[in-house]
C-alpha cells in the first residue's frame, strides 16, 4: 500500500497517513512533490491518493502532476481520499475522473473534514475545542472506512452523478477561475525579514528571496503552507492580514 498525498499544513498528510497504516502494516507514503514519487508509484499496485479540496477542485498542483505523469496510472487501483473545511461536492470525483481517463481502476472515494486552513479570511473559524473535535471525528470515520475496506466495502463519496452535479453548481462553476492554473495572488507584506523559510518548503517553488526580501511569483497554488509557517505573519493569498495560522501538529 502506497499513500501519495498533497498538504498543505499537515490535514491531508494525517489522513493518508492514517488510513494507509490502518490497511497494511508495511505501508509507505509520499508527497507529491518529493522527487521519489513517481518510482515509488511505479513500485506499487494499490495507492491512496490525497489532497485537500479548493471551491469544490483539485489544486492545480495535484491536476498538472496527475496529467503530466499519465503513463502512470494504467492498472493502479485507487482510493480517492478529499480533505475539506466544509464542502466537497464531487471533490474525490474530480481526480477519479481523470485516473480512469488514464486507465486507473479506481477502489472509492472518501472525503474527510478537517479544520479550516485558509489562515486570512475570517469565514469557517474555530476554537481550539472545535478543532480538536472535527480532528477526532475525522479520525473515527478513517477507522470506521479502513475495517470496512479490509471487508471489501470501499467508500463512494463523490463518485456519483449527483456529486458531480452537486460538485459543479455548488462552487465549481462559479469559481473554476481560481484553481484553473496557478496563482499569482500571493502577497508579501513590509514586515517580511527574509527569513528565507517560505522559500524552502513552497511546494511549487513560488517564493525566492531577493535582497532579504520574499518574492512571490505567479506559481502559487493555494496551499497556505507559507501563511500558516511565515514567523512574522507577512504573507497572505486570498485576505489582506492573518487571522489565524493553522497546522495540524498544534492540535494532535
Known amino acids: 500500500?502506497?499513500?501519495?498525498?498533497?498538504?498543505?499544513t499537515g490535514n491531508t498528510e494525517y489522513c493518508v497517513?492514517?488510513?494507509?497504516?490502518?490497511?497494511?502494516?508495511s505501508y509507505e507514503i509520499v508527497s507529491l512533490e518529493n522527487p521519489s514519487s513517481i518510482k515509488k508509484i511505479e513500485e506499487r499496485d494499490t495507492i491512496i491518493f490525497g489532497y485537500p479540496i479548493q471551491y469544490s477542485n483539485i489544486p492545480y498542483f495535484v491536476r498538472e502532476f496527475i496529467i503530466k505523469n499519465s503513463f502512470l496510472w494504467k492498472n493502479k487501483k485507487i482510493i480517492c481520499?478529499?480533505?475539506?473545511?466544509?464542502?466537497?461536492?464531487?471533490?474525490a470525483g474530480c481526480s477519479a475522473r481523470l485516473f480512469k481517463k488514464y486507465g486507473a481502476i479506481i477502489l472509492g472515494g472518501l472525503h474527510i473534514k478537517m479544520p479550516d486552513s485558509v489562515c486570512d479570511s475570517p469565514l469557517l473559524k474555530k476554537n481550539t475545542q472545535e478543532k480538536e473535535i472535527i480532528i477526532k471525528n475525522a479520525t473515527e470515520k478513517i477507522k470506521l472506512i479502513a475495517n470496512n475496506i479490509k471487508n471489501k466495502i470501499y467508500p463512494n463519496d463523490g463518485l456519483s452523478s449527483i456529486s458531480h452535479i452537486i460538485g459543479l453548481l455548488g462552487q465549481r462553476l462559479w469559481f473554476f477561475h481560481k484553481t484553473k492554473t496557478y496563482s499569482n495572488n500571493l502577497t508579501i507584506?513590509?514586515?517580511?525579514?527574509?527569513?528565507?523559510?517560505?522559500?524552502?518548503?513552497?511546494?511549487?517553488?513560488?517564493?525566492?528571496?531577493?535582497?532579504?526580501?520574499a518574492i512571490g511569483g505567479n506559481k502559487c497554488t493555494l496551499c497556505y503552507r507559507c501563511v500558516s509557517n511565515c514567523p512574522q505573519k507577512a504573507i497572505t493569498i486570498l485576505g489582506k492580514k492573518v487571522i489565524e495560522q493553522y497546522k495540524l501538529d498544534n492540535y494532535i
Do not use: H, W, Y
Open 81 to 91: 481520499l478529499a480533505t475539506m473545511g466544509a464542502f466537497s461536492g464531487d471533490g
Open 189 to 213: 507584506n513590509e514586515n517580511c525579514i527574509g527569513c528565507g523559510l517560505c522559500s524552502k518548503i513552497c511546494p511549487t517553488q513560488n517564493i525566492s528571496i531577493l535582497n532579504l526580501k
Open 17 to 25: 497517513r492514517l488510513l494507509s497504516s490502518l490497511l497494511d502494516e
Open 1 to 8: 500500500m502506497l499513500g501519495v498525498f498533497f498538504s498543505g
